[in-house]
Protein backbone atom coordinates (compact mmCIF):
# COMPACT_ATOMS: atom_id res chain seq x y z
CA UNK A 1 0.00 0.00 0.00
CA UNK A 2 1.67 3.34 -1.36
CA UNK A 3 0.13 6.59 1.29
CA UNK A 4 2.89 8.88 0.12
CA UNK A 5 5.35 8.50 -2.25
CA UNK A 6 8.36 9.72 -0.10
CA UNK A 7 6.63 8.64 3.47
CA UNK A 8 6.67 4.93 4.01
CA UNK A 9 5.29 3.31 7.23
CA UNK A 10 8.04 0.96 9.23
CA UNK A 11 4.91 -1.85 9.66
CA UNK A 12 2.23 -2.33 7.02
CA UNK A 13 -1.01 -0.84 8.84
CA UNK A 14 -3.72 -2.90 9.19
CA UNK A 15 -6.16 0.05 7.78
CA UNK A 16 -9.46 -0.92 5.96
CA UNK A 17 -9.67 2.79 3.82
CA UNK A 18 -7.45 5.65 2.60
CA UNK A 19 -8.81 7.45 5.53
CA UNK A 20 -7.67 5.17 8.20
CA UNK A 21 -3.70 4.96 6.00
CA UNK A 22 -4.10 8.87 6.93
CA UNK A 23 -4.43 8.99 10.31
CA UNK A 24 -2.19 6.17 10.79
CA UNK A 25 0.58 8.07 8.89
CA UNK A 26 -0.18 11.28 10.84
CA UNK A 27 -0.73 9.72 14.09
CA UNK A 28 -3.98 10.34 14.87
CA UNK A 29 -5.90 6.85 14.02
CA UNK A 30 -7.11 4.03 16.24
CA UNK A 31 -3.46 2.62 15.46
CA UNK A 32 -1.92 5.64 17.11
CA UNK A 33 -0.47 5.40 20.87
CA UNK A 34 -2.23 7.64 23.27
CA UNK A 35 1.89 8.95 24.04
CA UNK A 36 2.03 9.85 20.51
CA UNK A 37 -0.51 12.41 21.12
CA UNK A 38 -0.99 13.07 24.31
CA UNK A 39 2.33 13.23 26.11
CA UNK A 40 2.25 15.11 29.04
CA UNK A 41 4.36 18.42 27.58
CA UNK A 42 1.46 18.53 25.38
CA UNK A 43 -1.41 18.23 28.02
CA UNK A 44 0.55 21.28 30.23
CA UNK A 45 0.59 23.23 27.47
CA UNK A 46 -2.73 22.70 26.14
CA UNK A 47 -3.51 23.22 30.24
CA UNK A 48 -1.56 26.83 29.72
CA UNK A 49 -2.96 27.88 26.70
CA UNK A 50 -6.28 27.34 27.78
CA UNK A 51 -5.73 29.43 30.91
CA UNK A 52 -4.11 32.24 28.67
CA UNK A 53 -7.11 32.07 26.91
CA UNK A 54 -9.74 32.32 29.64
CA UNK A 55 -7.56 34.85 30.94
CA UNK A 56 -7.65 36.68 27.86
CA UNK A 57 -11.50 36.81 27.83
CA UNK A 58 -11.60 38.12 31.79
CA UNK A 59 -10.02 41.01 30.77
CA UNK A 60 -12.11 41.83 27.71
CA UNK A 61 -14.95 41.17 30.45
CA UNK A 62 -12.97 43.45 32.62
CA UNK A 63 -12.70 45.76 30.39
CA UNK A 64 -16.07 45.81 29.20
CA UNK A 65 -17.55 46.24 32.77
CA UNK A 66 -15.09 48.28 34.15
CA UNK A 67 -17.58 50.95 35.50
CA UNK A 68 -20.41 48.08 36.95
CA UNK A 69 -17.16 46.37 38.67
CA UNK A 70 -15.64 49.31 39.87
CA UNK A 71 -17.96 52.00 39.82
CA UNK A 72 -19.30 54.28 42.73
CA UNK A 73 -21.27 52.72 45.72
CA UNK A 74 -24.31 54.76 47.37
CA UNK A 75 -24.33 52.12 50.05
CA UNK A 76 -20.65 52.56 50.59
CA UNK A 77 -20.52 56.14 52.28
CA UNK A 78 -16.59 56.20 52.34
CA UNK A 79 -15.99 55.48 48.99
CA UNK A 80 -14.00 58.40 47.40
CA UNK A 81 -12.30 57.90 43.35
CA UNK A 82 -9.12 57.63 45.00
CA UNK A 83 -9.92 54.25 46.20
CA UNK A 84 -11.85 53.21 43.43
CA UNK A 85 -8.51 53.66 41.20
CA UNK A 86 -6.50 51.97 43.74
CA UNK A 87 -8.62 49.29 43.94
CA UNK A 88 -8.62 49.48 39.21
CA UNK A 89 -5.09 49.46 39.52
CA UNK A 90 -4.72 46.04 41.65
CA UNK A 91 -7.11 44.19 39.72
CA UNK A 92 -5.63 45.37 36.03
CA UNK A 93 -1.98 44.79 37.78
CA UNK A 94 -2.92 41.20 38.70
CA UNK A 95 -4.49 40.32 35.38
CA UNK A 96 -1.66 41.70 33.71
CA UNK A 97 0.93 39.79 35.54
CA UNK A 98 -1.75 36.43 35.35
CA UNK A 99 -1.53 36.74 31.44
CA UNK A 100 2.13 37.27 31.18
CA UNK A 101 2.36 34.24 33.15
CA UNK A 102 0.23 31.88 31.61
CA UNK A 103 1.64 33.30 28.29
CA UNK A 104 4.84 32.04 29.17
CA UNK A 105 3.95 28.75 30.05
CA UNK A 106 2.20 28.40 27.39
CA UNK A 107 4.92 29.46 24.91
CA UNK A 108 7.89 28.16 26.49
CA UNK A 109 6.70 25.25 28.24
Known sequence: M??????RPKQQPNCYSRKDARLYMAGIG????????MNP????????VGLFILNLAAGVYLLRHQERLFGANSGF???????RDYNKLQVWATWVHVALLTGAFAIFY
Open 2 to 7: ILLPFI
Open 30 to 37: RHATVNSI
Open 41 to 48: DTVVRLFF
Open 77 to 83: HTDTTGA
